[in-house]
Nanobody, 128 residues
Framework: QVQLVESGGGSVQSGGSLRLSCSFSEDIEDIANTYCLGWFRQVPGKGREGVAAFDNDQNPHYQDSVKGRFTVSLDSAKNTLNLQMNSLNPEDAAMYYC???????????????????WGPGTQVTVSS
């Protein structure tokens, strides 16, 4: 079973940046050949939503609200999935989760229901 652990969350002012990292228990290059790898977020009272993810062809997909501000990347040397978040605003505040899943339709790569493995989450807070 793949194990994931997020890090890098914290508190930042509007306009600031954070870099999240997700550490994988297995070789991430091998995992990426089969699984979609992505970032999701959730606030109290709302469902989990996709933020950014690689499909199993390793093409990135982004939620419209973060396009141009967030960048998802894979670091094979460190065995991590990363999310660079720039120009943060209060609407970005949430618990952020990384996940891996067997998603073979690109239309579902940002949908959380099909993902099998999840990290425990890391909190991001943005103040005005």
């Amino acid at each position: 079973q793949v194990q994931l652990v997020e890090s890098g969350g914290g508190s930042v002012q509007s306009g600031g940046s954070l870099r999240l990292s997700c550490s994988f228990s297995e070789d991430i290059e091998d995992i990426a050949n089969t699984y979609c790898l992505g970032w999701f977020r959730q606030v109290p009272g709302k469902g989990r939503e996709g933020v950014a993810a690689f499909d199993n062809d390793q093409n990135p997909h982004y939620q419209d609200s973060v396009k141009g501000r967030f960048t998802v990347s894979l670091d094979s040397a460190k065995n991590t999935l990363n999310l660079q978040m720039n120009s943060l605003n209060p609407e970005d505040a949430a618990m952020y989760y990384c996940a891996a899943g067997l998603i073979f339709d690109d239309d579902y790569v940002l949908e959380p229901d099909g993902y099998n493995f999840w990290g425990p989450g890391t909190q991001v807070t943005v103040s005005s």
